[in-house]
């Protein structure tokens, strides 16, 4: 019903930037809150970054001021403009979209994409 289809990974150097882009598509009624998580091998999932529908912005300490969240509600798209990168921030980045299908809009959905690899070299 939907497909979340991230891109934009790739490799890096350090002190450098990469824009990832997620792209939701389907038999969507509205999109909610979208957002990037990222796991590093053998760690956790964690938040990134989150931006409502409205454009209101979280982001993890670890990242502020380095990376940017913004949203393309016309093309049912969201970015992340990473700046300043470090080892740190290797891992693979995941987009979630919250949503609400034409079938059940009084629903909220929660839909993930494939993930992408962003790897920075030190």
């Known amino acids: 019903q939907v497909q979340v289809v991230e891109s934009g990974g790739g490799f890096v150097q350090a002190g450098g930037s990469l824009r990832l882009s997620c792209v939701a598509s389907?038999?969507?009624?509205?999109?909610?809150?979208m957002g990037w998580y990222r796991q590093a091998p053998g760690q956790q999932r964690e938040l990134v970054a989150r931006?409502?529908?409205?454009?209101?912005?979280s982001y993890a300490d670890s990242v502020k001021g380095r990376f940017t969240i913004f949203r393309d509600n016309g093309k049912n798209t969201v970015y992340l403009q990473m700046n300043s990168l470090n080892a740190e921030d290797t891992a693979v980045y995941y987009c979630?979209?919250?949503?609400?299908?034409?079938?059940?809009?009084?629903?909220?959905?929660?839909?993930w994409g494939q993930g992408t690899q962003v790897t920075v070299s030190s």
């Open positions: 389907g038999s969507i009624f509205s999109i909610n809150d």
């Open positions: 979630l979209a919250k949503l609400r299908l034409l079938a059940t809009p009084y629903y909220e959905n929660d839909y």
């Open positions: 931006i409502t529908s409205a454009g209101s912005t």
